[in-house]
């Protein structure tokens, strides 16, 4: 379906390659963007009866968009994706606007919804350290090599705070070892941050690559899939899967929750948030700071260490 005209449709090529090579976004994001937009102008395409074109986005009034929300909250779409939804919306028109291509201001008295604040849920310290015991999997038909990647994959997770993308997408000569126990990380925007690897983490890796079948070479994955190419991230979560009902773990360990015991654990141990900030790559302290309210007693007891009166 056509859903706008050819000089809108050459505008919308060039902001996806602006997204994609000079703010470089992952593939995933220009993905979701790009998809959002679409939707956008296809809800103006038939509330118009005719083809979107940059002339009608120069004339874009705060209804127009209000009128599209509503929409979309109408087919039940949650509070998360519409404000992703707005923000590849207004992404796409300040660039027009930059390029003398259309009018913004529509989108200054148009408000995103409000979104419920999700705490992360992590699992305990005595459970994120099971999961990262091979030992525990001893009964499940697989090779030993299979048991010994998956624990190390777990726990550079829980060891660094990595995300599964980072962890999986280390390279033979990325491995932490004896004398290199610092990682390299490009995360999230491509920010690149240095993060120490603790010596449970070390062990674990050195491990797998012990047993390891497959000819391990510079320049390829460290993590191997059960035929030796890359180590797909769904394999590591449906290994969570199935040890959440072995370990009588909640719905809410997943990988990613190894990430969230990371940080948890060690603010709950005084760790610094600024530190903290810095180990997780996050962008803005902001973001970090919701962990705090993951352990509220670290509050109290930080009080109790440091106030004059406590």
């Known amino acids: 379906m056509i859903l706008m005209s050819d000089d809108l449709t050459h505008a919308f090529t060039l902001w996806l390659g602006h997204l994609a090579n000079e703010r470089r976004l992952s593939v995933k994001t220009v993905e979701a963007y790009g998809r959002d937009v679409r939707q956008f102008l296809a809800h103006r395409t038939s509330a118009q009866g005719r083809l979107t074109s940059l002339s009608d986005l120069e004339s874009l009034k705060p209804v127009d968009l209000r009128a599209f929300m509503a929409a979309r909250r109408a087919d039940d779409i ?31 008295v148009v408000r995103g919804p409000k979104l419920p604040r999700s705490l992360p849920k992590p699992v305990s310290a005595a459970s994120a350290i099971r999961m990262t015991d091979p ?6 038909p697989r090779e030993p090599w299979i048991f010994a990647r998956d624990a190390a994959v777990l726990a550079l997770l829980y060891g660094c705070g990595l995300r599964i993308s980072e962890a999986l997408g280390l390279k033979i000569e990325d491995a932490p070892r004896d004398g290199h126990d610092v990682l390299t990380i490009t995360g999230k925007g491509g920010r690149t941050r240095m993060t120490p690897v603790i010596r449970p983490a070390i062990a674990a890796v050195a491990a797998y690559m012990a047993q390891c079948p497959y000819k391990l070479e510079p320049g390829t994955a460290l993590f191997r899939g059960a035929r030796g190419g890359p180590l797909s991230p769904r394999i590591i979560q449906l290994t969570v899967e199935r040890m959440r009902g072995s370990l009588g773990l909640p719905d809410s360990a997943t990988p990613h929750a190894l990430r969230h015991s990371f940080a948890t654990h060690l603010l709950a141990r005084g760790g610094d ?31 109790a260490a440091a106030h004059p009166r406590a």
Do not use: K, P, W
Not at 85 to 107: H, T
Not at 279 to 298: M, N, P, R
């Open 78 to 108: 949650g509070s998360r994706s519409l404000m992703r939804g707005l923000a590849g919306i207004r992404s796409f028109l300040r660039f027009l606007e930059r390029n003398g291509l259309a009018d913004a201001s529509a989108l200054s």
């Open 273 to 303: 948030l600024r530190a903290i900030q810095e180990l997780l790559g996050h962008a803005s302290l902001s973001t970090t700071q919701i962990y705090t309210e993951v352990d509220s007693g670290l509050l109290l007891r930080t009080i």
């Open 135 to 140: 030992s525990e999997r001893n009964g499940e």
